[in-house]
């Protein structure tokens, strides 16, 4: 079946450009996560969404970084202002299962969208 | 608080032969699960093998197996007989069960040298 998907894969922004990236869970999938991966880092966790729900926004850097998934399927990232610093790979990642359970979740990883500010 | 610590930068292995990436955690939760990726040049992050905290066995997945210490807090990935398709960078991840959020490593490069 289909895995993660998002788009765009490529996206250059001029600093104080708004962008929005898209996800694309595999159907079915009511946690949803975005990661933020600078270069040579590891993910670093910025949202987790129960189906529609925005459970944990914690990791949001600022407040010019927004997050949503209206119908518990499609998310999208925005973020307003970008600044250089914002330039890294944007993961999503999607599961069949619900955290807060007090079990641990596998993760389902789309191919990232690569954010470059300039 | 959730933490990961993986020491080891940058690897080298024959080709063949096993490799083993070190991986430590913190974590207050008693239920949590322990989660090892894959991330090529390609960028997309595979899935490799889970410890669940309660699992009293080590989890293998064909090649690869989690050497798991509770008691010492560490979940180390050993790879055997590797292959040059191995070569890319492994991260530790930690989930708590109490917990939204998965806490990554900052990653081992391994190369795989013919």
């Known amino acids: 079946g289909a895995g993660v998907s998002q788009s765009p894969r490529y996206k250059v922004a001029k600093r104080g450009q708004d962008v929005a990236l898209r996800c694309d869970p595999i159907?079915?999938?009511?946690?949803l996560f975005w990661y933020q991966q600078a270069l040579g880092q590891g993910p670093e966790f910025l949202t987790y969404?129960?189906?529609?729900?925005?459970?944990?926004k914690s990791g949001l850097p600022s407040d010019r970084f927004f997050a949503e998934r209206p119908e518990g399927s499609v998310s999208t990232l925005k973020i307003q202002r970008t600044q250089q610093e914002d330039s890294a790979v944007y993961l999503c990642?999607?599961?069949?299962?619900?955290?807060?359970?007090?079990?641990?979740?596998?993760?389902?990883f789309g191919p990232g969208t690569r954010l470059t500010v300039t | 608080a959730q933490k990961i610590t993986q020491t080891q930068p940058g690897m080298f292995v024959q080709e063949k032969e096993a490799v083993t990436l070190d991986c430590t955690y913190d974590?207050?939760?008693?239920?949590?699960?322990l989660f090892w990726y894959k991330q090529p040049s390609s960028g997309e992050m595979i899935f490799l093998i889970y410890?669940?905290?309660?699992?009293?066995q080590n989890a293998t997945e064909g090649r690869y197996s989690l050497n798991f210490q509770k008691a010492r807090k560490s979940a180390n990935l050993v790879i055997s007989a590797s292959q040059l398709g191995d070569s890319a960078m492994y991260f530790c991840?930690?989930?708590?069960?109490?917990?939204?959020?998965?806490?990554f490593g900052t990653g081992t490069k391994l190369q795989v040298i013919p």
């Open positions: 990642a999607s599961s069949p299962k619900t955290t807060g359970t007090g079990m641990a979740i596998e993760q389902y």
């Open positions: 159907s079915g999938h009511v946690s």
């Open positions: 969404f129960q189906n529609e729900a925005q459970l944990d």
């Open positions: 974590t207050s939760d008693q239920s949590y699960g």
């Open positions: 410890q669940g905290s309660y699992d009293e």
């Open positions: 991840a930690l989930h708590s069960g109490g917990y939204q959020k998965v806490t």
